[in-house]
């Protein structure tokens, strides 16, 4: 099994930055597809970015693309997602997201029903 586990949430006024972190365990992480997602309350989840198992393709929703940078490194099991220039509209809960296949790119990398691992989520608040 495939354990999540999401940090690095928390209060920021606009235009700040955060850095999200999410670990993992289990050995199928370095071979797999990764993602970010968001949900704000009364909202569907919503992709943010994703990230192929080597770490040399992106890609981000367009409400994100310029602001937020998404990287991995698979030695330390540990995806990231660095958000800058953060708007109130960015406030949701934030999960990170694990395809099991490995060495293969969901066909829909930014539908969630891709993703078979998911962590806790951790909360980002961004005033205004």
């Known amino acids: 099994q495939v354990q999540l586990v999401e940090s690095g949430g928390g209060l920021v006024q606009a235009g700040g930055s955060l850095r999200l972190s999410c670990t993992a365990s289990?050995?199928?992480?370095?071979?797999?597809?990764m993602a970010w997602f968001r949900q704000a309350p009364g909202r569907e989840r919503e992709f943010v970015a994703a990230?192929?198992?080597?770490?040399?393709?992106?890609y981000y929703a367009d409400s994100v693309k310029g602001r937020f940078t998404i990287s991995r490194d698979n030695a330390k099991n540990t995806l990231y997602l660095q958000m800058n220039s953060l708007k109130p509209e960015d406030t949701a809960v934030y999960y990170c997201?694990?395809?099991?296949?490995?060495?293969?790119?969901?066909?829909?990398?930014?539908?969630?029903?891709?993703?078979?691992?998911w962590g806790q989520g951790t909360q980002v608040t961004v005033s205004s």
């Open positions: 990230i192929r198992w080597s770490g040399d393709n992106t």
């Open positions: 289990g050995r199928t992480f370095s071979t797999g597809t």
């Open positions: 997201a694990l395809d099991n296949s490995p060495w293969t790119l969901p066909l829909r990398l930014n539908r969630a029903t891709e993703y078979d691992y």
